[in-house]
Antibody, heavy 118, light 108 residues
Framework: QVQLVESGGGLVKPGGSLRLSCEAS????????MSWIRQVPGKGLEWVSY????????YYADSVKGRFTISRDNAKNLLFLQMDDLRAEDTAVYYC???????????WGLGTLVSVSS | EIVLTQSPGTLSLSPGDRATLSCRAS???????LAWYQQKPGQAPRLLFY???SRATGIPDRFSASESATDFTLTISRLEPEDFAVYYC?????????FGQGTKLEIK
């Protein structure tokens, strides 16, 4: 079955950096778009970024464009989100999600909490 | 940006009741590129429907979804205790992909 396990979250000061990872298993990783979706605790959902299977197609929400970089390693079934110049408003649970059908997050990880605070 | 407005914000019902949740897009979505998710406390969202009315794998048939000219609707025919959660709609008709603010389905 599909498994997605995020790691790399934590507490960081404003202006700092973090790199999130998502280890995928149970499906043909290289064939699917993958996404990062975040949720401020107790609040709604925001689609942060997605990447195509060959890494040629990438998308970033305006709120993170120029600060976050999505990438993947298909040989190791890993998805990454490099987050630079972090701001307090980036504080959220970050979910890794698979898009078996483009635009639809059909499988989600448990999430990793990123807290940006001085 | 397509704004999804879900109603009601909170729905208080009892097990066995019928639940009807609405999602309206502005501007309108001309395709059927809308999904529904269920989220329970402390858990990640779970996909319920995609393509407006296609049930995801493993979703019980008491859940159904439909679309009209102006709205998308999620219906739960007979509420089970495990159905009380927050429900989100999400559009993938255009970028940015957006979610509704959620409908909380709580036990009356």
């Amino acid at each position: 079955q599909v498994q997605l396990v995020e790691s790399g979250g934590g507490l960081v000061k404003p202006g700092g950096s973090l790199r999130l990872s998502c280890e995928a298993s149970g499906f043909r990783f290289s064939a699917d778009y993958m996404s990062w979706i975040r949720q401020v605790p107790g609040k709604g959902l925001e689609w942060v970024s997605y990447i195509g299977g060959s890494s040629l197609s990438k998308y970033y929400a305006d709120s993170v464009k120029g600060r976050f970089t999505i990438s993947r390693d298909n040989a190791k079934n890993l998805l990454f989100l490099q987050m630079d110049d972090l701001r307090a408003e980036d504080t959220a649970v970050y979910y890794c999600a698979r898009e078996a059908s483009f635009g639809v997050a059909d499988s989600w990880g448990l999430g990793t909490l990123v807290s940006v605070s001085s | 940006e397509i704004v999804l407005t879900q109603s009601p914000g909170t729905l208080s019902l009892s097990p066995g009741d019928r639940a009807t949740l609405s999602c309206r897009a502005s501007p309108s979505i001309t395709t059927s590129f809308l999904a529904w998710y269920q989220q329970k406390p402390g858990q990640a969202p779970r996909l319920l429907f995609y393509g407006a009315s296609s049930r995801a794998t493993g979703i019980p048939d008491r859940f159904s979804a439909s679309e009209s000219a102006t709205d998308f609707t999620l219906t739960i025919s007979r509420l089970e205790p495990e159905d009380f959660a927050v429900y989100y709609c999400q559009q993938y008709d255009d970028l940015p992909r957006t979610f509704g603010q959620g409908t909380k389905l709580e036990i009356k």
